[in-house]
């Protein structure tokens, strides 16, 4: 968040909660700050341009969750802005700037993983029509790592899904299509960071070959 606060929604590895608490840097402290409508672990905070935080996925005690919900920073409220029924299982979300945000998931009644566009803007949701990422590189599931870099490109790297891997690809959102795509010369599995160096490179430390 700006002027040095920080969300966090609370959660625990087979524990669905809904509080969530603000971080104040300059006094070191937490401060609740109400509950999110929709328990949940194991789900993805995504920040958007007007500063407001949206959390994405995760599960309940049961099931997984479906319910977009918004955090608003000025008003320190939550609400569910959105419904992702159509896919039982958000495995990664990815946000790719012009405030659109790439969502993979496996789908209800089917054994099939695809792809989707949310446009924060207009609030909707479109299937992804690109360059198949998931068959063409095998990334993007639970352990990738993304950056915003410039000109509208996200770099996205290594999604281990199994097996280690050494795939990269440059994402354009003016084109909504793959710019770029590489391959590492070494492996990488889920244990690395990847840290933004510049708007046009980043470092990759940790991990195991």
Known sequence: ??????????GSVYQAVSDAE??????????????????????????MENGNILF???????NYVSEIEEFNTKTNTFKIINNMNFIKQILNVIPIGNNKILIIGDLINKNTREIYVYDYSKNAFEKYTGRNMLTDNNLMFVNSRHINLNNNLTLIICGYYGENNNTGILFDSSTMDISFAFKLPFMLNQDYSMSLRNSSSSILTGGSA
């Open 56 to 62: 994405i996925g995760g599960r309940n005690k049961r």
């Open 1 to 10: 968040m700006k002027n040095g606060y920080l969300v966090f929604s609370k």
């Open 22 to 47: 603000i971080y104040n840097a300059a006094s070191k402290t937490f401060n609740k700050i109400g509950n999110m409508r929709s328990p949940r672990f194991n789900h993805q905070a995504v920040k």
